[in-house]
């Protein structure tokens, strides 16, 4: 069989790989693990025997797995339990996959840098602050040791529509549409990525052959007060309810990168298509959004 398998498409990522390589006309499979939805099949990816009986019955050209526990305080404090899932579970793809002969596209963050000297090449020395960046680095390490073939995709702050409304820009609306008063760091840059941007490079970059490590990401950069106001702004929200502080006012848990964000020169020279920046993503968002809402009513 020519499948193509997304681990993990009841998540944002995942889903809109799951609705790019459906409107190729690509077969594909998608997985669950904590949100069930129609036509996809659970899977944990911390069940090796479930892997490899998945994998040798379906036989996927293509494996996509941006599956992940990605809650970084969460990580931060369950750092066992999140490297059964963001290591050991990409180990364990990673085996089943090469038994079937299946290219792995494998999802990481910029969160394996420090922040010291963003924005990132590819090719900049990892140097990860918290459990979550040392995780995503053991499981890039782990790939390119067994898997020197696959391919890696970097990518950070990704939003989009999705049905769990977990990502930032939901997250953010939710708190404003509430009259909260939202406290945003100006000291943590990074590059907001649209995520169905995002699944188009990777599946451009997969059906090409491409392999190594792309930097996937918006082509704008922002620190996450500037985003929280475009946010605020694009969907007539009041701004006045963002208040700019410094990441240790915050107290957070997990530490992170501050000066952030992603180069994307080796990806831009091969992709035919721009890269979506946060303003003109946040704008369509915003007519995605609109389209849902009218569908439901």
Known sequence: MNNHLVIGASGLVGGQL??????????????????????????????SEAIQTLL??????????PAALANVDYVEEHSCESYQTNVVGVYNVLRAANQVNARLVYFSSDYIFDGNEGPYE???????????????????HA?????????????????????????????TLHSLQSRQTLAA?????????YAPTLAKAAVWLAQHGEQ???????????????FTLAIAQTFNQDSSLIKPVMTEALNQKASRPLKAGM????????????????????????????EMEQQVS
């Open 263 to 290: 180069k994307t020169d080796k990806v831009r020279a091969i992709l035919p298509f721009d890269l979506v920046g946060y303003h003109q993503g946040l704008l369509v968002l915003k007519e995605v959004i609109n």
């Open 122 to 140: 590819e090719e900049h020395p990892a140097n990860p602050i918290c459990n979550y960046g040392r995780q995503k680095l053991l499981a890039e």
């Open 18 to 47: 799951l609705l790019e390589l459906e409107a190729a006309g690509q077969p594909v499979i998608g997985t669950f693990f904590s949100h069930s939805l129609p036509g996809l099949s659970y899977l944990d990816i911390q069940d």
């Open 56 to 65: 040798h019955s379906t036989r996927p050209a293509v494996i996509y797995l």
């Open 143 to 171: 790939i390119g040791l067994y898997s020197p073939g696959c391919l890696i995709i970097r990518t950070t702050v990704v939003y989009g529509w999705e049905r769990q409304q977990k990502n930032f820009v939901y997250r």
């Open 185 to 193: 760091p100006i000291d943590q840059v990074g590059s907001p990525t």
């Open 212 to 226: 190594g490590v792309f930097h996937v990401v918006g082509n704008e950069l922002a620190n996450r007060y500037e």
